[in-house]
């Protein structure tokens, strides 16, 4: 296979994905990072790509998740609009929301601007009908 293709950039990113949950979720957050900091060229190789938008959300949740746990916030809020901007994928509101609820979870230190976030993830989560999400975040906005 072509190692420039789409098709094995994408199979790299998704990879690459899994890898980073699976350090993450096992306790690895710094390999987590450091696992996905190493795919990141192959994201901007797809990102034009709407066919791929789930790949590049999975990726990205995970890259925020990572980045934030490792105390590089820049990363985690960047991959976090990231995926506020997806669109045209079916799934859109469902990636923005979650997207918002990173960018206010990276925002941590700053408490204004991540219930700011928080309030933006629970309108949204309200707005498309995600319930369990809805009331998740509902505890961060007391």
Do not use: C, P
């Not at 450091?34 to 034009?48: D, M, N, P, W």
């Amino acid at each position: 296979m072509n190692e420039n293709s789409k098709t094995s950039t994408m199979i790299n990113l998704h990879i690459a994905t899994m890898l980073g949950e699976h350090y993450y979720t096992y306790g690895d957050a710094a390999k987590s990072f450091e696992t996905l900091s190493a795919a990141i060229e192959h994201l901007s190789q797809i990102i034009k790509y709407n066919y791929l938008t789930y790949h590049k959300a999975m990726f990205l949740t995970q890259y925020s998740i990572s980045a934030n746990a490792v105390g590089n916030v820049t990363e985690a809020r960047d991959g976090a609009n990231l995926l506020t901007e997806i669109k045209n994928s079916g799934y859109d509101e469902w990636y923005q929301t979650n997207g918002y609820l990173l960018q206010a979870q990276a925002w941590g230190q700053d408490a204004a601007k991540a219930k700011e976030f928080y309030q933006k993830a629970h309108d949204m989560a309200a707005e498309n009908g995600f319930e369990d999400l809805k009331n998740s975040i509902a505890d961060n906005l007391k």
